[in-house]
């Protein structure tokens, strides 16, 4: 079926890096655009991040723009975040989601299980 | 940047009740609206898609409407697992989500 599995978090120390992936199966990758969104301990949803099918546009919520890149390996069928310079506040549930269907503005149809990210000293 | 806000942020109603959210957008986004449920530890699951499409699957106590700045969802007949927090979002620029309104079964 249509599945979409984060995984990649765990607890690191203000300043460090982590990557995090999302396998997907179920339908053809190579032709949707992809997303992270966040969720902070207790609060609402955050998008962080969207990368076109073919990974020619990317774009980013300000507060992540120069520490976050998003990447996708289309052969693998796997999303990538890449998270340096890692900040308290960065500290959520991540989630990666499809995009409904080949259009750029539609809603997300399909979404991870979420993988924690917790950044601590 | 386009803001997004909902109301209530929470509210309490009996099932069979009919509820309506509304959400606010700052600047028209035509209708590049968007509705999500969540549960608590769940991820969020998309009601409806394009202001008024309803997704596949969702029953059609569910509906959306609105263009614009100004959206609302409603349900129709509330049942018990519809507690949740519902989430809208844009997707005109970038793909900001409203703070979310909290819906409890009395």
């Known amino acids: 079926q249509v599945q979409l599995v984060e995984s990649g978090g765990g607890v690191v120390q203000p300043g460090r890096s982590l990557r995090l992936s999302c396998a997907a199966s179920g339908f053809t990758f190579s032709s949707y655009a992809m997303h992270w969104v966040r969720q902070a301990p207790g609060k609402g949803l955050e998008w962080v991040a969207v990368i076109s099918y073919d990974g020619s546009n990317k774009y980013y919520v300000d507060s992540v723009k120069g520490r976050f890149t998003i990447s996708r390996d289309n052969s693998k069928n796997t999303l990538y975040l890449q998270m340096n310079s890692l900040r308290a506040e960065d500290t959520a549930v991540y989630y990666c989601a499809k995009i409904r269907a080949d259009l750029w503005a539609d809603g997300f149809d399909i979404w991870g299980q979420g993988t924690m990210v917790t950044v601590s000293s | ?106």
């Not at chain 2, 309490?12 to 986004?29: F, K, N, P, Y």
């Not at chain 2, 769940?42 to 106590?61: C, D, M, N």
């Not at chain 2, 409603?74 to 703070?99: K, M, N, R, V, W």
């Open chain 2, 1 to 106: 940047d386009i803001q997004m806000a909902q109301s209530p942020s929470s509210l309490s109603a009996s099932v069979g009740d009919r509820v309506i959210i509304t959400c606010r957008a700052s600047q028209s986004i035509s209708r590049y609206l968007h509705w999500y449920q969540q549960k608590p530890g769940k991820a969020p699951k998309l009601l409806i898609y394009a202001a008024s499409s309803l997704q596949s699957g969702v029953p059609s106590r569910f509906s959306g409407s609105g263009s614009g700045t100004d959206f609302t969802l409603t349900i129709s007949s509330l049942q018990p697992e519809d507690f949740g927090t519902y989430y809208c979002q844009q997707s005109s620029s970038t793909f900001a989500f409203g703070p979310g309104t909290k819906v409890d079964i009395k």
